[in-house]
């Protein structure tokens, strides 16, 4: 069973981000562990963060939707968890996969105000409703409650239920995150330079890029390190972003970043890194798909390029379009500027196009990250 349970946080850790161009809602940890009625299970566990992951990706409609999960430190002693979920978590947070701080004091929604995204929860907001007023705006708290078969359903805590809209970031969002910020703390994961070199675990750890670094939190108007409290200094301009999807067979399988800083390779299995669409193609695809087929380049200017490295081939649909006729074909080495609603085609129904280009994600049932879970009897007296 324990066995099971790690299967399911290592699914649930593929969807974890603090990247603010990927993260699409903002959870506590610490109160997502005590849904207890969602599986009738022990009083904590860390696997019902799984539960509201498939919860997001049904409202999305959407694989793989990640999201940003804020740990206050106390959860990291809780002995109402296992002591293996507590080394996960404290794994993740080493990892920068989620914000850990002492205290929440608003983090939730202050990351949720910097980003423009959702907050996941069933807590009242009225000590939140002043500061931020979109607090009462449809689709902005979210409560994760029980549907139909045993699932997990999203519920708008005000208004009506709507169409989810992409993120708007406030203006003072973007002016954090138009900057890399450095902590004085070496071994800060989010805002660090690269830890103790002389530490035994120093090849282990793992580093924020600059490029996906979470907002700073402001205490009295100055950004501030979440984790250890300490003043942020200014280390100069972020490097610009692109958020594209991957979309195949009409379903959006993934979103990935292209920054200035770093081209992203796409294909069937990219060496060295990129964005590996293997698991999702048919035999023929994979046959086709070279292992790097294309390059997605992002220019200083903010021009879009696309780069066939592959032995095949490839294309580009202008605005999307269906029309053959209107397909333009991509031979090996030939670059070409993408224009906004460009879609670049790999292979019939394996598409990539910017992450606003479809209105829908395209899938009725997301692949769970439950899908090993124990059974709900046994997960009342897991230990």
């Not at 603090?18 to 696997?47: K, Q």
């Not at 031979?331 to 879609?343: F, Q, S, Y």
Request: hydrophobic share 40%; net charge neutral; aromatic share 6%.
């Amino acid at each position: 069973m324990r066995f099971e349970v790690s299967k399911v946080l290592d699914a649930i850790e593929a969807r974890l981000t603090t990247d603010p161009a990927l993260a699409r809602a903002v959870v506590d940890m610490s109160e997502i562990v005590r849904y207890a009625d969602l599986d009738g299970g022990r009083p904590a566990s860390s696997v019902r963060l799984g539960l509201v992951l498939d919860a997001l990706g049904l409202r999305f409609a959407e694989e793989n939707v990640p999201v940003y999960v804020v740990v206050p430190r106390g959860l990291l002693s809780d002995t109402d968890l296992t002591s293996n979920e507590r080394m996960v978590i404290r794994r993740w947070a080493d990892d920068g996969k989620v914000e850990v701080v002492p205290q929440l004091d608003g983090r939730v929604f202050e990351v949720a105000d910097l980003l423009g995204v959702p907050v996941l929860t069933r807590s009242r907001a009225d000590r939140e409703r002043e500061r931020y007023p979109w607090v009462d705006e449809p689709g902005r708290l979210l409560a994760a409650v029980s549907g139909e078969g045993g699932t997990t359903v999203l519920m708008p805590r005000v208004g009506r239920e709507e169409p989810p809209r992409p993120p708007e970031r406030s203006q003072l969002g973007e002016r954090l995150l138009a900057r890399v910020w450095s902590c004085p703390e070496p071994n800060c994961t989010s805002y660090g330079t690269g830890g103790d070199s002389d530490s035994f675990f120093a090849d282990m750890r793992t580093f924020t890029s600059p490029v996906s670094q979470p907002p700073p939190a402001l205490r009295g108007g100055v950004p501030t390190c979440p984790r250890h409290g300490a003043r942020l200094r200014d280390a100069g301009q972020r490097a610009a972003v692109e958020v594209l999807s991957v979309r195949i067979d009409g379903v959006i399988r993934r979103r990935f970043v292209v920054s200035t800083d770093e081209p992203v390779v796409v294909g069937r299995a990219p060496e060295g890194g990129g964005v590996m669409l293997g698991q999702w193609l048919t035999d023929d695809a994979r046959k086709w798909i070279s292992r790097g087929h294309v390059k997605f380049t992002l220019r200083p200017d903010g021009t879009l390029t696309v780069q066939d490295v592959s032995t095949n081939g490839s294309g580009v649909r202008p605005a999307g379009s269906a029309d053959d006729d209107a397909r333009l074909t991509l031979r090996r080495n030939e670059t070409r500027t993408l224009g906004p609603e460009d879609v670049v085609e790999l292979y019939a129904n394996v598409h990539v196009g910017r992450a606003g280009m479809w209105a829908t994600g395209g899938v009725v049932q997301p692949q769970s990250v439950m899908a090993e879970a124990p059974t709900m009897a046994l997960r009342k007296f897991e230990r």
